[in-house]
């Protein structure tokens, strides 16, 4: 009997990645040092590319209803509101920021794993690990636990996921760096409610001499602020007063409010940092453990959560023996990139929207407006934060075979309307519903209705087979051509919803062979 695979920490990343292999029927153990689940809340921001994977896994419902929808960004500086981001450019169900407390998004999580049948280990803490790169036995990874009582146990596991944060033990046993830097500027952050003229609707940014101001609403007038230079000066044993944040927002604010009733504050400091190596042996990294950045754009738990979707299938594949060990290495290669561009843009737009030099404020002022207000830019913007625009084109996995269309192996399958044949008759449907987040899914996009090539049909594909064609609105045929060219064609979807594969429809049946003999089948015994 395989040991269950070791995860270690419960905040967003280490629940995903326990639902995750859960989904897959993976045993697993998840562990966390803290007495509980968090009451406070640091992350607050769901964007929607983690909210299309939360509904493929029922749990998107639940977290819009509890959440409250940011679909503008309000921008400010010079005492006027320079330009407004307007996420309906995003091509997706969730055409917002969903802010939410990390606390109810953490209970979301538990709540899915506790359906299948995991709870959290509270009070267990990580104190030694240790793996032996040359062993045949099916757990060469070991651990050393600290139990709730005191007593020492030793695990032996075939994987561990350093899910604990940014002061991973895991991180520093192996001895990776953590890349990048500290930030000079001190910051406070509270959580209130905020009566004036700020709407629920946007997200509220004001640039100013005196520093950055953030107002991010999370409804019924409750806010959470982040402010760059507080007042006073920040020490252990104190943190931000409501009357200093109310003196920082009429500092930096044409807008009138008045703070009342907060609920918490803190004070911190911004890193920007990620490790080199997310997979060292049989020991992973994801989330804080791996990268850690500026709170700009709500960039760092969705990263996180989307660092386990892309890992965790892959695993299971693994673990069930229905894929090589060289897959893990796509983990590693697929989200180091993400990775280091959330680091860039995060701290470049800290230092633009932050920057207290006069001349830069002075050209943000009078361009910010005819920048801001672009049609591509808004496109552009929107679609990085919402985490849309993460491709794996350079993935080993993608495999792209024809020309035309919009999508390419490696690019997020689009969130549109398609018609689906089924028992002979055609529906209409999502294709984010019609994607399986369990299995790859072969979509067989035809123009004229070709159907699926019998040589398809006998290749043997392990997964879902779906044949799909444009809807008859008006513009339907168009918008499907776009996306998959003018000539009928195949799309090998992955388990996280991104192309691995593309083809022509007449030579889908040879490459889906390769493609699954390269990195979908058992691997071979060795001797």
Known sequence: ???????????????????????????????????????????????????ELFEQRGLAGEMVRLGNEGRFGSVYSGGERVFRLDFAHIESPYPYILFISQAETERVLRDALMRHGIEPEWRTELVAIQQDALS??????????????????????PWLIGAEGAHSLVRTTLDLPYEGHTREEQYALGDLRIEGGLTDTDFHI??????????????????????????????????????????????????RARFHDMTWSSWFRINS????????????????????????GAQGMNTGIQDMINLCWKLARVVTQKAPEALLDTY??????????VLQRTDALTTTIGSENKVARMLFNHLGPFVGGADFVQENATANMSQIAVSYRDSELSERHRGGGSLHAGDRIPTIVVRRRENGAWTETSLLSALDPSHFTLLVAAQNGDGIPDSLRAAGFDGRVIEIAPTNEPNGAKRFAEIFGRHSCMVLVRPDGYAGLTSPLDLAANRIASYQTKWLSAPKASH
């Open 1 to 51: 009997m395989i040991d269950p695979v070791l995860v270690i920490g419960a905040g967003p990343t280490g629940l995903t990645a326990a639902l995750e292999l859960s989904r897959f029927g993976i045993k697993v153990r998840l562990i966390d040092k803290r007495d509980a689940p968090a009451t406070t809340s640091r992350a607050i921001g769901v964007q929607a590319r983690t909210l």
């Open 136 to 157: 045949r036995d099916q757990s060469p990874a070991h651990a050393v636990l600290k139990r709730a009582d005191g007593a020492m146990e030793h695990v032996a596991t």
């Open 206 to 255: 004001f640039s100013s001499d005196h520093g950055f101001l953030g107002l991010f609403p999370m409804g019924g007038e409750h806010f959470r602020l982040i402010a760059s230079n507080p007042l006073s000066e920040p020490s252990p044993a104190s943190a931000p007063s409501q009357d200093e944040l109310q003196k920082i927002f009429d500092q930096r604010s044409p807008i």
């Open 273 to 296: 940092r990620m490790v080199p190596r997310l997979k060292i042996g049989r020991l992973f990294l994801g989330g804080d453990s791996a990268h850690i950045h500026s709170p700009a």
């Open 332 to 341: 590693e290669s697929d989200r180091l990139p993400v990775m280091r561009n």
